[in-house]
């Protein structure tokens, strides 16, 4: 999950001033402004707040609505997709140490890709935050923190019956993001129907074949070409970065380069765990991986030689925490 400014946290931590004095027995939202009007202290409080977002936070916190006394389902994948949408045209994001971004003007926009792009936004700041709470074994499963139009039924085994905590890693960097024009697609898909259509019905042909197949209820639609379009552009704009910054292509020129690494953990000196798996959300969501926990200190002794050798060689570099 990505670290965005919360919108409402300004809403909360203004009304949170006034809250108990003015606005805990309030019935409308006319009485904000006659309260900004008659007391210079709500003025002061709410002066960058419209009446409609100050009344959402005050009837929530009437009803009780927190995080302790009713769970908050929000779409955060929505709301990420809004932070990097709602900044007009050459508009920067407040400064923030977890995430700092630029929509650049559209005379920025090379001219080639206006046609297709609405926005292309610069991110030079940006927190992941990554969790495993559970796995799956080949399907992704719809997640408690994003629910999900396509729940597919697929179940999570849980690390444990009752988690207090979950382990998890942070990850921080830069990005950018672009943004389609909707007419863009409309304007593909008549370019050339003959094609599309057909392309799109031997996607929908094996979408059913799997649903099928998993025995996933017919209600579950195919989520549509451009979605395979949008996967696609993502995964070769991946690729034309890693190469422009300098990774060697042979990565993606067949796999006679190929090679499998192990990724090692030893603990107390007594236990092992190697695995295939890196911890990301690929390895721990869609990639097909395997591992093993050795309960055996001559094993985890003889991995720990290893590495401790490779730190000496130079090939390895101990990680200062």
């Given at each position: 999950?990505?670290?965005?400014?919360?919108?409402?946290?300004?809403?909360?931590?203004?009304?949170?001033?006034?809250?108990?004095?003015?606005?805990?027995?309030?019935?409308?939202?006319?009485?904000i402004?006659?309260y900004?009007?008659?007391?210079?202290?709500?003025?002061?409080?709410?002066?960058?707040h419209?009446?409609?977002?100050?009344?959402?936070?005050?009837?929530?916190?009437?009803?009780?609505?927190?995080?302790?006394?009713?769970?908050?389902?929000?779409d955060?994948?929505?709301e990420?997709?809004?932070?990097?949408?709602?900044?007009?045209?050459?508009?920067?994001?407040?400064?923030?140490?977890?995430?700092?971004?630029?929509?650049?003007?559209?005379s920025?926009?090379?001219?080639?890709?206006?046609?297709?792009?609405?926005?292309i936004?610069?991110?030079?700041?940006?927190?992941?935050?990554?969790?495993?709470?559970?796995?799956?074994?080949?399907d992704t499963?719809?997640?408690?923190?994003?629910p999900?139009?396509?729940?597919?039924?697929?179940?999570?085994?849980?690390?444990?019956?009752?988690?207090?905590?979950?382990?998890?890693?942070?990850?921080?960097?830069?990005?950018?993001?672009?943004?389609f024009?909707?007419?863009?697609f409309?304007?593909?898909?008549?370019r050339?129907?003959?094609?599309?259509?057909?392309?799109?019905?031997?996607f929908?042909?094996?979408?059913?074949?799997?649903?099928e197949?998993r025995?996933?209820p017919?209600?579950?639609?195919?989520?549509?070409?451009?979605?395979?379009?949008?996967?696609s552009?993502?995964?070769?704009?991946?690729?034309?970065?890693?190469?422009?910054?300098?990774?060697?292509?042979?990565?993606?020129e067949?796999a006679?380069?190929?090679?499998?690494?192990?990724?090692c953990?030893?603990?107390?000196?007594?236990k092992?765990?190697?695995?295939?798996?890196?911890?990301?959300?690929?390895?721990?969501?869609?990639?097909?991986?395997?591992?093993?926990?050795i309960?055996?200190?001559?094993?985890a002794?003889?991995?720990?030689?290893?590495?401790?050798?490779?730190?000496?060689?130079?090939?390895?570099?101990?990680?200062?925490?």
């Open positions: 999950m990505i670290s965005i400014p919360d919108r409402t946290q300004a809403v909360r931590d203004a009304v949170d001033r006034v809250y108990e004095d003015f606005f805990a027995t309030a019935e409308s939202a006319a009485e402004a006659t900004r009007k008659k007391f210079p202290k709500v003025k002061a409080a709410l002066e960058t419209a009446d409609a977002e100050v009344w959402v936070e005050i009837e929530r916190r009437q009803s009780k609505s927190t995080a302790a006394t009713a769970r908050d389902w929000r955060y994948k929505a990420e997709i809004e932070t990097f949408r709602r900044p007009a045209h050459g508009e920067r994001t407040p400064p923030a140490d977890d995430f700092s971004a630029e929509v650049l003007p559209k920025a926009i090379p001219k080639k890709f206006r046609p297709y792009f609405e926005r936004v610069l991110v030079s700041r940006l927190r992941e935050v990554v969790a495993q709470y559970g796995f799956t074994r080949f499963g719809s997640s408690d923190v994003v999900s139009a396509q729940d597919l039924g697929v179940q999570h085994a849980l690390l444990s019956r009752e988690p207090s905590w979950c382990p998890a890693v942070e990850n921080r960097g830069e990005g950018f993001f672009i943004g024009r909707d007419d863009a409309a304007a593909w898909r008549e050339a129907k003959a094609q599309v259509d057909k392309r799109a019905a031997r929908e042909a094996a979408f059913d074949l799997w649903r197949q025995k996933i017919p209600r579950y639609e195919f989520p549509g070409l451009e979605l395979v379009l949008l996967h552009f993502s995964h070769m704009l991946l690729t034309a970065v890693a190469l422009e910054c300098g990774y060697s292509a042979d990565r993606y067949g006679d380069r190929a090679c499998l690494h192990a990724k953990i030893v603990v107390d000196g007594a092992a765990f190697v695995t295939s798996a890196n911890f990301s959300g690929a390895a721990h969501e869609r990639n097909v991986e395997l591992g093993v926990c309960d055996d200190p001559r094993i002794a003889a991995i720990e030689e290893e590495l401790d050798e490779l730190i000496t060689a130079g090939v390895l570099a101990p990680l200062r925490l």
